[in-house]
Nanobody, 122 residues
Framework: QVQLVESGGRLVRAGGSLRLSCAAA????????MGWFRQAPGKEREFVAH????????YYADSVKGRFTISRDNAKNTVYLPVNSLPPEDTAVYYC???????????????WGQGTQVTVSS
């Protein structure tokens, strides 16, 4: 079992920045690929970013490339997602995810966090 707890979501003005964090607990957490998804009101949950177990491979959704940067610290069992230049369209609940393979689709996710709300005001 892997437990994931997100933090860092808040209300921010358009153009602003913040950093999301995901603290993971459980055996062999460092073996898991980690990632972020988001779900806006009335929309399906969508992929945002992925990082491999050792941090060597990252993927991003086209909509966030150049603005979001995923990283991980396996010594602290924590994944980070600094987000910059936020437009109102980035408003969503952001979910941390873990999977033994690539965490790029809903099907590849084995564990979910409870989510953290990011609201971008115009």
């Amino acid at each position: 079992q892997v437990q994931l707890v997100e933090s860092g979501g808040r209300l921010v003005r358009a153009g602003g920045s913040l950093r999301l964090s995901c603290a993971a607990a459980g055996r062999t957490v460092s073996r898991y690929a980690m990632g972020w998804f988001r779900q806006a009101p009335g929309k399906e949950r969508e992929f945002v970013a992925h990082i491999s177990w050792n941090g060597g491979i990252t993927y991003y959704a086209d909509s966030v490339k150049g603005r979001f940067t995923i990283s991980r610290d396996n010594a602290k069992n924590t994944v980070y997602l600094p987000v910059n230049s936020l437009p109102p369209e980035d408003t969503a609940v952001y979910y941390c995810a873990a999977g033994l393979k690539e965490v790029t689709t809903l099907r590849t996710v084995d564990y979910w966090g409870q989510g953290t709300q990011v609201t971008v005001s115009s």
